[in-house]
C-alpha cells in the first residue's frame, strides 16, 4: 500500500519561510519523479515543482528562485524549502509520485497540508 505523508505546513508571515517534506512508503523511490503540486480555493491545482531521482528539477515561474526542491532517496523522502513566501502561495500543498518529471499523470497522491501566508 503506497503511502505519501505531507508535514510541515502552516501559518507563516509574508516574507517568511516553511519546509515541506513527503515521507513515502509502498513503492520503489527510486522508480518515481517527485512533485508538489498546490490548490488554492477556487482554482485548479497547478504543479509547483517536481525532481527526478538523478536530481534533474523543475519549478513552476511563480517560485523560480524562492523554492527549493529536493529529495533524499536513502530515506524515501522529498523537501520543499519555501523562502520569501508571498500570501498569493497560500494553498493546500500536495505531494505526487509519478513516472516522469513532465508527465501530467500522477500516480499517487498525498493528503495535502495546508500552507497560509499572511500579509
Known amino acids: 500500500q503506497v503511502q505519501l505523508v505531507e508535514s510541515g505546513g502552516g501559518l507563516v508571515q509574508a516574507g517568511g519561510s516553511l519546509r515541506l517534506s513527503c515521507a513515502a512508503s509502498?513503492?520503489?523511490?527510486?522508480?518515481?519523479?517527485m512533485g508538489w503540486y498546490r490548490q488554492a480555493p477556487g482554482k485548479e491545482r497547478e504543479l509547483v515543482a517536481a525532481i527526478r531521482s538523478d536530481g534533474t528539477t523543475y519549478y513552476a515561474d511563480s517560485v523560480k528562485g524562492r523554492f527549493t526542491i529536493s529529495r533524499d532517496n536513502a530515506k524515501n523522502t522529498v523537501y520543499l524549502q519555501m523562502n520569501s513566501l508571498k500570501p498569493e502561495d497560500t494553498a493546500v500543498y500536495y505531494c505526487?509520485?509519478?513516472?516522469?518529471?513532465?508527465?501530467?499523470?500522477?500516480?499517487?497522491w498525498g493528503q495535502g497540508t495546508q500552507v497560509t501566508v499572511s500579509s
Open positions: 505526487a509520485a509519478k513516472r516522469g518529471l513532465y508527465t501530467h499523470y500522477v500516480d499517487y
Open positions: 509502498g513503492l520503489t523511490f527510486g522508480n518515481y519523479a
